[in-house]
């Protein structure tokens, strides 16, 4: 086996977060007792998705009136940090400050209080996807007056939730909200959707950093989704540079201008310009941004926050990423079982952005069909993925400072509903009472943050793998860690 391939046994840094996370969706009951505002994802779930828990219009997994036993949860999993998404329209109903549904405002504040009295850190999310359909019938993220509204609700947030929040994330996968479908033109609609995304958080990231930052203290950045580009011949070199491309394209879209100049990649502007002016366009469909938006976009970061699942094949044909038939599948037909991108891909970040800290916002492996509580596989992917995390840390020197596994729990996943799961705890969804179960996955992530690492067996056992478990304590089997 090649020594990088060897599992590495030590612990992550003293300070490392361990996270786990959740959809804006997820907390979706209570829309009809509390004001909320209709999002797109309402009516892409065909307005609104309803579990049948009579009049409540309970939807999701209905942390809206679970907060307790959901806090429990976490505090079952030992993890030091919690992230979850604000829903833009439970706040604000039409987008705008117009109307502030303090109801709405008030779960959240609830919630902050439940976690930071059981010594958990909140990581709060302002835009996971559901935009209020009310902005959306004005244009949504293509119309560039949202600039300024985003900016608005950020503000709301850091008046009224920030004295109690350290850990702000401004926008969740930009990349898909520019190709998520949501009456998006064809041609340049999505470039225009990420122009003014980048436009939005860098916004935010200086009215937080102007106003906010002394008082407050915290952190605040952007979480791009990628993942790993390996060429599919390594020796051909159309192959490497349709990798680089790749990065370019998914990654670099909106890490270059906020981590880099301030402007999109070369990569980028070349490869659009000359297909823009191919096509009969008089220039190109990628925006431009002027100088002074340059100055204000750049370095607009407290951390590098990245969400990661799998890893593709790339070659030089229009649609250049395939997967290696061998490679473990999912519950998703995208996301095979590929730990070695993940160190590859963390080591990529530091040398392309000159080392910024980085916090793994998103990781995690999905299932299809009826819940097998002892998730092997699983527990696999955790074990894999994490590991290769610790050597992107120990021999690669990269500032790794926290990670986030998706999700806490079954929930409502964006285009397939609950047909994937990527939850550590089962939940019912046939049962009004919605019950959360834990999954051998949930016990095994929390020896692994109790270790804050994988302590070598051939050293003898070690304490941290004696864990609670419903008040009484018990040895856990340390077969996936040896």
Request: glycine residues 6%; hydrophobic residues 35%; charged residues 25%.
């Amino acid at each position: 086996m090649p020594k990088e391939d060897e599992f590495l046994y030590g612990e992550f840094p003293k300070n490392f977060w361990w996270s786990v996370a959740s959809s804006a969706y997820q907390v979706e009951g209570g829309w009809r007792d509390d004001g909320k505002g209709l999002s797109i994802w309402d009516q892409f779930s065909h307005t609104p998705l309803k579990i049948s828990n009579g009049d409540n219009g309970d939807v999701a997994c209905d942390s809206y009136h679970k907060i307790e036993e959901d806090v429990e949860m976490l505090k079952s999993l030992k993890v030091s940090s919690y992230r979850f998404s604000i829903s833009w329209s439970r706040v604000l109903p039409d987008g705008t400050t117009r109307y502030v549904n303090e109801m709405g405002l008030n779960y959240y504040e609830r919630l902050i209080d439940a976690l930071l009295a059981a010594n958990i850190i909140p990581q709060v999310t302002l835009y996971h996807w559901d935009l209020p359909q009310a902005l959306q019938n004005v244009g949504g993220w293509e119309n560039d007056t949202i600039v300024q509204r985003f900016k608005e609700y950020a503000e709301l947030l850091f008046q009224r939730l920030g004295d109690k929040v350290k850990f702000w994330i401004t926008v969740n996968e930009p990349y898909n909200v520019a190709y998520a479908g949501i009456s998006i033109r064809p041609g340049r609609a999505p470039y225009v959707v990420a122009h003014n995304l980048i436009k939005a958080h860098a916004e935010a990231w200086h009215l937080y950093n102007d106003t906010y930052r002394a008082k407050q203290g915290g952190l605040i950045s952007i979480t791009i989704n990628s993942d790993w580009a390996e060429p599919r011949n390594p020796h051909n070199q159309e192959d490497i540079s349709a990798a680089r491309r790749y990065l370019e394209f998914l990654l670099g879209w909106f890490a270059h201008p906020i981590f880099k100049t301030g402007d999109y990649n070369e990569v980028m502007k070349t490869r659009i310009r000359e297909r823009s002016l191919a096509q009969g366009l008089s220039q190109s469909r990628l925006p431009e941004f002027t100088e002074s938006e340059k100055q204000r976009i750049k370095g607009t970061y407290d951390y590098f926050g990245l969400n990661h699942y799998t890893t593709v094949l790339t070659y030089n044909l229009n649609y250049p990423a395939v997967t290696d038939r061998s490679w473990l599948n999912s519950g998703s037909f995208w996301l095979k079982v590929t730990p070695f991108g993940f160190r590859k891909l963390l080591r990529w970040i530091k040398e392309e952005y000159d080392n910024p800290p980085i916090y793994v916002t998103e990781n995690g492996v999905s299932e299809r069909g009826a819940s097998d509580f002892n998730d092997t596989w699983r527990i696999h992917y955790y074990r894999s993925y994490i590991n290769e995390a610790l050597k992107a840390i120990v021999l690669d020197a990269v500032d790794l400072r926290g990670y986030t596994a998706w999700t806490l729990m079954d929930n409502f996943e964006w285009a397939v509903g609950f047909d994937e799961k990527f939850g550590f705890y089962h939940v019912n969804f046939t049962d009004p009472d919605l019950p959360r179960r834990p999954k051998a996955s949930a016990r095994y992530y929390t020896q692994i943050i109790n270790c804050n690492g994988f302590p070598d067996a051939a050293a003898g056992p070690h304490p941290c793998l004696e864990l609670e478990s419903e008040g009484k304590r018990y040895s856990r089997n340390c077969a996936f860690l040896v």
